[in-house]
């Protein structure tokens, strides 16, 4: 059966009710940034240049541990994902990456893949390997860890799917492999916190000594789940030490959700990047913990200071390395295609907000001590409203100036639910 895409007529077409405010609003915003001396069309060129990749394994819908509501038209193979990644970025135009999680997306031939994605005009960000649950059939378990295991044989294991995944990486010319293991302890004592270390680092040895001279690789560190009392990776320091030792190729990962309440999120961003060790990001938003939320919908304010952080940086010191920034959500009650247009554009948005800083302003503010004009310099820019920036951006590209309506008017998601009948049987699970 034909896979129905939005034509791209459909878009234009669409678009034509939307463009008159549009541009009306869009010269209203260029007036006031002239006002404040900033122009209108260099922060549009630099919003259409920005791009975040998207989890092939949040286009299905996710659950809890208690219970998963999937929707119709749900994607069931590595190219119905892939399919319904193609048409986020056709609306959003800022999406032109995928990251995949092996064995989740393990494809039977990884170069009729990359074709295959190619033809949709995605490519692939990084690669996410995944030894925090054993495959059907599996003899050496990872329920008592992987990279860390006490025993030898299944840190191999899990260090030969690691190599896998940068070996299927290659042929779909990723250049990256996030490592996120679940390795800890329910219980005191369960595991010797300092040897556990020590093993991940020479698993992580053989790990690098693999990768390509342009690969990289993202350690991402959680606090907890699925280990309760003491995870192995559990925060930024850890992973920071971990980078540092085991050489230039290897960053840290900063998932939003993984930190502890109250965490100063921002802060953590700016000591990896003045340490030259932050690698990327996982976006998401959360209220309590690794709740997965779309990004921008708890926190904006946070988002738009994590940008800050990354726009100021950037600005003092281009750092050709460039940082990777990827969304990693679970879409439990939504449509996740929905979902992801919408954080896609929320992280835009923070970033675009934060373009707007009036940097000298602030370091004026700071060296006097003010910190009220401080915080007023800040909320200026978090305060403006960029949509019509978004708009344009969106516009230049061929994009929807509302993907939200525009997907909705398409009739996308009943054409997908006849083409992919759902499957019964119930599943848990997060993702
Ligand atoms: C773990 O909670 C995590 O954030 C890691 O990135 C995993 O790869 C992903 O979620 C998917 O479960
Ligand atoms: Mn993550």
Not at 236 to 256: F, I, M, N, Q
Not at 379 to 394: G, S
Request: glycine share 6%.
């Amino acid at each position: 059966m034909e896979q129905f895409q939005i034509p791209q007529s459909f878009i234009e077409e669409q678009n034509r009710s939307f463009i008159q405010p549009a541009n009306r609003a869009y010269d209203v915003l260029a007036e006031d940034l002239d006002r404040r001396g900033i122009s209108i069309g260099s922060i549009t060129e630099k919003a259409a240049k920005f791009e975040v990749a998207l989890p092939s394994w949040a286009v299905g819908t996710g659950g809890t541990r208690f219970a998963k509501f999937p929707g119709p038209g749900e994607p069931r193979t590595v190219e119905e994902k892939l399919a319904d990644c193609a048409t986020v970025h056709q609306l959003i135009r800022i999406t032109p990456r995928v990251s995949l999680h092996i064995p989740w997306d393990k494809p039977a031939d990884a170069s009729r893949l990359k074709a295959f994605a190619q033809s949709l005009g995605l490519g692939f960000d990084a690669m996410n390997s995944n030894t925090f649950q054993d495959q059907p059939g599996q003899a050496l378990s990872y329920k008592f860890g992987s990279l860390t295991h006490a025993d030898r044989s299944v840190r191999r294991k899990a260090i030969d799917h690691n190599l896998e995944c940068v070996e299927i990486g290659q042929k779909l010319d990723s250049k990256a492999l996030t490592v996120w293991i679940g390795d800890g302890a329910n219980f005191p004592g369960q595991i010797d916190f300092r040897r556990s270390l020590e093993r991940y680092l020479e698993s992580l040895r053989e790990i690098v000594r693999a990768l390509p001279d342009d690969w990289k690789l993202f350690i991402e560190y959680k606090p907890y789940e699925p280990a309760l009392y003491a995870t192995v990776l559990n925060d930024w320091g850890t992973a920071y030490y971990c980078a540092s030792e085991l050489g230039p190729k290897v960053r840290c990962l900063v998932d939003l959700g993984h930190h502890l309440p109250n965490t100063n999120i921002e802060l953590v961003v700016a000591r990896l990047l003045q340490c030259g060790k932050l690698g990327g990001f996982h976006f998401n938003d959360s209220k309590y913990g690794d709740d997965d939320l779309d990004a921008g919908s708890i926190k904006p304010f946070q988002l738009f200071l994590v940008f800050h952080e990354l726009v100021m940086a950037a600005e003092e010191s281009p750092d050709p390395r460039n940082i990777s920034y990827m969304i990693d959500q679970s879409h439990n009650v939504t449509d996740p295609l929905e979902s992801l247009m919408v954080s896609a554009e929320e992280i835009q948005r923070a970033y675009v907000q934060a373009l707007l800083v009036d940097r000298k302003a602030l370091r004026a503010h700071q060296e006097k001590n003010d910190a009220l004009m401080a915080l007023r310099t800040l909320k200026e820019a978090f305060r403006t409203d960029v949509t019509p920036i978004l708009q344009r951006a969106r516009i230049v590209r061929g994009g929807a100036i509302d993907p939200l309506l525009l997907y909705r008017a398409s009739g996308y998601r009943d054409r997908k639910a006849r083409e992919r009948p759902a499957r019964t049987e119930p599943s848990a699970g997060i993702v």
